[in-house]
């Protein structure tokens, strides 16, 4: 549900990179995500949010929302990301290899509960694949994140 802010309760704060490597990120993340790795952490599935308390309300030109990562392709050739905020789209990407890349998505003016909802298409896992016993469908790593304000 948007708006509900982190679940555990930690404020975040606009400019504040926030690496999903670290454990602790985990206030920060709502359903959907694999425990922190040293590259991030994965989505469960096709679906993972992320939800955050500012510690204060965005500016009037609103926010960018960057952040980091990378696909496994494992099965396929391309993966699809979607980015959504509040229920409507903010981005949508393509990605067709394996390599760490950035990403943004300006978002409006808005409330201090932020939450953010990612979705790809579901991988095959390494266990589909009879490549090793890992059996989670590995879609989308999310390495870190960021809120800056927008440019006016």
Do not use: C
């Not at 509960?113 to 390494?126: I, V």
């Amino acid at each position: 549900m948007p708006g509900l802010g982190a679940p555990g309760g930690r404020q975040y704060d606009i400019g504040q990179r926030v690496s999903l490597a670290d454990p602790a990120t985990t206030d920060f993340r709502g359903w959907g995500w694999w425990r922190s790795e040293a590259a991030g952490a994965w989505m469960i599935g096709s679906r993972s949010d992320l939800a955050l308390d500012l510690a204060e309300p965005a500016g009037p030109d609103g926010l960018v929302f960057r952040f980091r990562g990378h696909a496994s392709l494992l099965g396929a050739t391309s993966r699809s990301l979607k980015l959504e905020f509040d229920g409507a789209k903010l981005g949508e990407w393509i990605i067709s290899d394996e390599a760490d890349h950035d990403y943004s998505a300006p978002i409006p003016p808005s409330k201090v509960g932020l939450e953010f909802d990612f979705a790809t298409d579901a991988g095959k896992s390494q266990r589909d694949l009879q490549l090793h016993s890992d059996n989670r469908r590995l879609g989308f790593d999310l390495e870190s994140f960021s809120l800056t304000a927008a440019a006016p």
